[in-house]
Nanobody, 113 residues
């Protein structure tokens, strides 16, 4: 059973930074792709960033150049470094193993002055 636990969200001013973490268990983490998603109020959940087992990454156009996804296989953890945050980045952020149907509880990110 896949278990995912996100942390690191909070309130930050526009232009600020946050680093999210997602600890995974119940999977062969080092062999799996991982994704960060977000869902803003009234909007559908969207893929923000994705990292493969071989460390290839891709990003939504809206976050390219500002967000960086990384992973630490020794800790079964995936990270999302978010810089130059904008109010439009406000959302609940989730990690997931693509295709697993498993989600964590999410972590709230609010960008506001």
């Amino acid at each position: 059973q896949v278990q995912l636990a996100e942390s690191g969200g909070g309130l930050v001013q526009p232009g600020g930074s946050l680093k999210l973490s997602c600890a995974a268990s119940g999977i062969a983490f080092s062999f799996r792709s991982m994704g960060w998603y977000r869902q803003a109020p009234g909007k559908q959940r969207e893929l923000v960033a994705h990292i493969t087992a071989s460390y290839s990454t891709n990003y939504a156009d809206s976050v390219k150049g500002r967000f960086t996804i990384s992973r630490d296989n020794a800790k079964n953890t995936v990270y999302l470094q978010m810089n130059s945050l904008k109010p439009d980045d406000t959302a609940v952020y989730y990690c997931s193993v693509p295709g697993s149907g498993s989600w964590g509880q999410g972590t709230q990110v609010t960008v506001s002055s």
